[in-house]
């Protein structure tokens, strides 16, 4: 099925998958990424995509300034930018050039995800979260039970950790005595994340997923995010439970609402393996690393067919993927009986670069989950815990974790 846009839509993304919550061959779609052999196979020399040939893998503020990216954006008439994750230093290039950037404003996303600045922005939703405190690093006392200390900044679990004795509160306090920390009680159980969508004044809670962390040998990083099963939550979760997930997404998508957010959000909650009860961890005011995977799933393994174009979609009930949901958020269009596809399938893992994971052992591993017919992505990075490889199912992450081992 091809869909049009209200406008045409440059996705500029440092690596190809972000972009690919819509088949490239969308009319009105257009990508920036870098070139690596394994993008060019994906592309097939459409025009519409942009592989930029540079020395290194560049960023998304990179690609933007590359002359080559410069020109493709100015031949299109009327675009409008998208990127993966805003920051204040992509809206000043988009400046500079007169060029549309639908993401919303990078302050208000570094507002609401960052871990001392979301305490005060959360106000009365503050209930969702585990018991906290927010002091300077050196007043922190030891008081016998493990605990997370959460750097205002963090991501894919780099600043958030799990302090189980004293010597290791101590070498913190010794290293950044006066830095400014979040400390919250630590509930052990599954993490679930979602990708919902603030459309006007209105949230479409999206799918919930199991969040896999830390699990080896996968990443070497306890807290590190590294895939989604959209099959476990429906084993794990009560209806009750999963109401209440619905009702705590809504009320922060309402917030972000208020503050003019548009599109994408995330949130992540872990169920408390004693009670029960649900926590909120983590907001992502952003375009969650799932996103594409997920909008691929609701095309690919859904029953009811997707009949009708964006623009449609104000004249008539319509069932969207989560990414056509959020660009028609970011592009204004009218939301009429709007909702998303159900999911109850499908999974991805993504292995990080981990010491002994050599170039031999990759491509071994290439091979086999090819022959499995895995949906896979290569990364082009080396350093250690980022991306190397993501591995997709229509099943389960047992699929993929029993070609693993």
């Not at 630590?186 to 459309?199: D, Q, Y």
């Not at 709007?338 to 591993?365: C, E, S, Y």
Request: positive net charge; charged residues 25%; glycine residues 6%.
């Amino acid at each position: 099925m091809k869909f049009s846009l209200k406008k045409p839509v440059i996705y500029v993304a440092r690596d190809l998958e972000r972009a690919l919550g819509l088949p490239i061959t969308t009319k009105g779609y257009y990508i920036i990424s870098n070139y690596t052999s394994f993008a060019n196979s994906l592309v097939k020399g459409r025009k519409n995509v942009l592989l930029v040939k540079s020395g290194q893998i560049l960023d998304t503020r990179e690609l933007l300034n590359h002359q080559t990216a410069v020109n493709f954006i100015n031949n299109i008439k009327d675009a409008q930018l998208l990127v993966f994750k805003n920051t204040p230093q992509i809206e000043k290039i988009c400046l500079e050039h007169d060029w549309v950037l639908l993401n919303p404003p990078a302050s208000l996303s570094a507002k609401v995800e960052e871990k001392i600045s979301q305490v005060k922005w959360l106000g009365g939703l503050k209930k969702y979260l585990p018991r906290f405190s927010v002091r300077i690093t050196k007043e922190i006392f030891w008081e016998g039970k493990p605990f997370i200390l959460q750097f205002n900044r963090a991501h894919t679990g780099s600043g958030t950790i799990l302090v189980e004795n004293e010597k290791q509160l101590s070498d913190i306090q010794t290293k950044f005595p006066l830095r400014e920390v979040r400390v919250t009680q630590f509930i052990s159980g599954p993490i679930f994340t979602n990708n919902n969508i603030v459309w006007g004044n209105k949230v479409l809670v999206g799918n919930i997923n199991y969040q896999i962390t830390g699990l080896k040998p996968f990443t070497n990083n306890r807290f590190a995010t590294v895939g989604n099963d959209w099959s476990l939550p429906h084993e794990i979760l009560s209806a009750k439970q999963k109401k209440e997930y619905a009702e705590m997404a809504t009320a922060i998508g309402k917030k972000l609402a208020q503050d003019g957010w548009k599109g994408l959000f995330g949130i992540d909650v872990v169920q408390d393996e004693k009670t029960g009860q649900l926590y909120l961890i983590e907001i992502n005011a952003r375009q969650p690393a799932s996103t594409s995977f997920e909008s691929y799933l609701q095309l690919h393994c859904h029953s009811d067919p997707l009949r009708r174009s964006f623009s449609e979609a104000s004249r008539a009930e319509e069932s969207l993927t989560t990414f056509q949901a959020h660009l028609s958020a970011l592009q204004d269009e009218k939301n009429a009986g709007v909702h998303l596809i159900k999911i109850t399938t499908g999974a991805q893992i993504t292995q990080k670069v981990v010491a002994g994971l050599g170039d031999k052992k990759i491509a071994t591993l290439t091979r086999k989950l090819i022959t499995k017919k895995f949906k896979i992505f290569l990364y082009d990075n080396h350093e250690i815990e980022k991306d190397l490889l993501r591995i997709q199912t229509k099943k389960s992450m047992y699929d993929i974790i029993s070609q693993i081992q």
